[in-house]
């Protein structure tokens, strides 16, 4: 069957990003990002160490950071699942390449997923031996994220449903513009929420009294020089930078960004999926649809972060949605720009 080998180890691919995606969130939320102060190995070892004889010198090896088992175990795991996909987009590249040139089979999406899939193993290293470098640990959300996108487009490149989609050319150049402008817009949200978490500002503004932007005359307390430096500072003292390295306004600001982009997002993201709805082609219609399910679930769990100041399996859930909300809408711009003149 045409692709049929590659096609499943991509659907496996994806459905593994997620899974990655996941416990990723949950190693970010539980602060286990340095539950192994080195890597690729856990205190020296490739598993977490458990003899009292291994841990003992493994704490006097790393005497900054005295071994916690759930958490080492939490990294770890999640380092296990991050290599078990790069070492399946690996496999998915070569047979692409050695299929290359039979029926037209994809060569430049999984040469480009190998490349992604190198550097968030770069980045995973970096978090580790830079401590938690808030910039880092964004980029590799965003790597992550774009893993999962890519993939995403592969598996229905590679799948049998894979035709031309019949839409007439007046309705697609319509849509085009709000496809690409929606992408734009989940794209800078999404990283907004990787800066807010990587600088640990999600519960700067929490409660009712926060809603919608934050609590007290947040207006006045605000500083973008300092929330949107990228790169430049410092180590902090304690020698990491778990739990933040900013405090009172940055973070205020960092936060209020992220509030502020999720109006934006409802706003363009609602009127995208009112716009897709209004057509008379069925498809659209039923992608206008699930495109506002997936956005109101994501908009309540993140108010209920706000309110019950961010409950660890509803953060979770948060960074899990908001990854399929930007798959919906790349797969909503892929069906614009795979389509066929229908007149």
Known sequence: MKYASTRRLALIATVLTFVVIILGAKTRLTDAGLGCPDWPGCYGYLTVPQSQE??????????????????????????????????????IAIMAWVQRGKNNHPVLLPTILLLVVSM???????????????????????????????????????????????????????????????????????ALGGWTSANYAAEICNGWNSLPICQGPWYEN?????????????????????????????????????????????????LFGWRLRKDSNKL?????????????????????????????????????VGALLLVTVVGINYVLWAHKNRG
């Open 222 to 270: 605000l500083d973008f020089k300092e929330a949107l430096r990228f790169w430049g500072f410092d180590l902090p003292a304690k020698g990491h930078f778990e739990n933040g390295h900013l405090e009172g306004a940055p973070l205020v600001t960092i936060h209020v960004m992220h509030r502020i982009g999720a109006m934006i997002t409802l706003v363009i993201l609602g």
């Open 120 to 190: 968030q193993a770069a980045l995973g290293a970096w978090t580790v031996t830079m401590k938690l470098n808030p910039s880092i640990v964004m980029l590799r959300l965003l790597g992550g994220f774009t893993t999962f996108s890519l993939l995403f487009i592969l598996s229905i490149k590679l799948s049998k449903a894979n035709q031309p989609f019949r839409i007439k050319r007046t309705t697609v150049e319509t849509l085009k513009p709000w496809a690409i402008i929606s992408l734009v817009v989940i794209i800078s949200q999404i």
């Open 284 to 320: 659209l219609v039923d992608l206008g649809t699930f495109l506002w399910l997936v956005l109101a679930v994501q908009i309540i769990l993140g108010v209920n972060n706000v309110v019950f100041q961010l409950p660890l399996w509803n953060a979770i859930a948060h960074n899990a």
């Open 54 to 91: 291994a841990i003992d010198p493994s704490n006097a090896l790393y005497a900054e950071r005295d071994l916690e088992k759930p958490k080492a175990w939490m990294e770890m795991i999640h380092r296990y699942f991050a290599g078990a996909l790069g070492l399946l987009i690996g496999a």
